[in-house]
Structure formats: C-alpha cells, structure tokens
C-alpha cells in the first residue's frame, strides 16, 4: 500500500501547494475562524451555562434555584477566565509579529472578558453566601 503524502512539510510546516498553486486550510474551518477542541469546548460551556442560569431562574421553584445559578454563574466565570487567558497569549503573539492594532484590540477584549469573569465569580460567591445564610 502506498503511504499517503504528509499534510504538512515537517521541514517547513506549511501546507502542501494544491495543483493549482493555491495552498489548502487545515482542520474545520467555521467561516474564517478555525474549530479547534478548545473553542469548541468553551462554546460549549458558554451556551450550557447560560441554558443553565436561564432554566434554573425559569423553570425551578424551589430551595435548589439559588445553588443552580451559583453554579451556573460560576461555570461561565470559568469560561470567561479562558477567554481572557486566550486573549492574553494572542495579545502576545500579534505583539511579537509586530500587529499593533491587533494587539490593543485583543487587549481590550481580554481586560473585558477578565472584568466579565470577576463579576461572574463575585456574583456566584454572594449566591453561595446568600444560600448559606438561608440554610443556617
């Protein structure tokens, strides 16, 4: 059986040339933004938290809502951590490849999700507490 040739050049780490001369992407693509298992994984947790909060706030009745949206508020400020640590390391990266406008923006978009993942973890401390006042 013949081996297949490699996807990427191990020297040079681009892509092969298509037949056409022009070079192909690697791995899924959603629009111009590549799919990879972390973005996939914190999308994931970003729309479970939030179905979460909204069922915990519409739907139960009961002594159970208040730990449910703790937990939910705090699973979201999980994710906002990552995105803002994710925007940090980009931030670096666009500063190293000499991108000074890409660099302010991830900048500014990493200080928001950090802002973002303190209130979402400041919020879930005071349902923690509220809950724990009630239930002492």
Known sequence: MASRPPRIDTQSHVVPRRADGSRGRLGPHLGPLRITPA???????????????AYAILRVEDSAQLAMVATGTGVLGIVFTALSVGGAIAMWRAWQDGRQGRT????VAGGIAGMIAIGCFAGAAIFALVLGGLQG
């Open 104 to 107: 302010v923006l991830l900048a």
């Open 39 to 53: 973005r996939l994984a914190l999308a994931v947790a970003f729309v479970g938290s939030l179905a979460y909060i």
